[in-house]
C-alpha cells in the first residue's frame, strides 16, 4: 500500500508540474510577444496617420533588434522602428559568407504558402511525359508576351529534363483587356493545353467562357510580387523573374 500511495504521489507531482511548466511556457510566450504586438500597434498607428493610403498587408518581428517589417501590397517592405520614430524602405540583408537577403527568404515563404494553396485543377499543366517528373515550377504567363512564348517554345526540352511546369494566368494588361480575354478563352477550352500553346503560336481560338480563376490568378500574382512575365516560382517560393531556356532552368533548379 506504502509503494502504491508513493507512485500515486509521485505522479501526481509529475502532473502538477507538466502542467506549470505548460503554463509557465505559455505566459514566456505572451510576455515575450507583447512588446511586438505593440509595436507593430504602433507602426500601423504612425503609418496610417502619415499615409493612410498606404496598403499594408502585414507587420511581421524583424530580425535586426528594434525593428518591426511592414510589408506593403505588391511585396514591397518596409523598416520600422518599434517606437515608430523611423522608417527605411528596401530589403534588408545578412551579412554572412555571401549577402543574405532576408527580405527575399520572407517573400519566397509568402510565395510558398500561397501558391500550394492553388489546386492543381485551375493551371494549365504540361507535365513530362517520357521521364519522371525532377522539378516542377508555377510560371505566371501572358499569351501576347514574347518571352513567354519563347519559353513555351521549349516546353519539350524543358518537359524531358523531368521539370514539369504548371501555369497561372497574369494578363499583364489587365482584367478585361484582350490578353485577359484570350486567356480566358485558353482556360476555358475543352483542351486547355492546346488552346494556350495555339495562342502563343499566335494562332486565335474559339472564343469561351466559363467559371474560371483568372482574375483570382492574376490578383495572386500582384499580391506575392509578380510584376513581369513569363515569372517563373519554384515549389520553395523563390523567383526566377524573366525568359530561361530550358538548360539555364535546369541548371537554377539544382538538376544536372
Sequence with gaps: MAANTKGRLTEHLRANF??????????????????VLAAESLVVQKLRELRPDLPITRVLPSPVAGFVAVEIDGGTFLYASEDGKYLFAGDLYKLNQTLVNVTDGIRAGKRKSQL???????????????????????????VDC??????????????DLGIEVKYLAYP?????????????????????????TNLKLGRTVAEKNCTNPVADQYALGRDIGIIGTPAIVTDEGELLPGYMPAADLAVALGLN
Design 18 to 35: 507538466r502542467a506549470r511548466f505548460r503554463t509557465d511556457v505559455l505566459l514566456l510566450a505572451m510576455i515575450t510577444a507583447m512588446p
Design 116 to 142: 500550394a494553396k492553388v489546386p492543381r485543377s485551375e493551371m494549365v499543366v504540361f507535365s513530362p511525359k517520357k521521364v519522371p517528373v525532377r522539378k516542377s515550377v508555377f510560371v505566371f504567363t501572358d
Design 146 to 159: 514574347g518571352y513567354c512564348r519563347k519559353l513555351h517554345l521549349e516546353m519539350h526540352a524543358i518537359n
Design 172 to 196: 499583364r494588361a489587365g482584367i478585361g483587356s484582350d490578353a485577359y480575354k484570350k486567356v480566358v478563352n485558353a482556360w476555358c477550352a475543352d483542351d486547355p493545353n492546346t488552346a494556350l
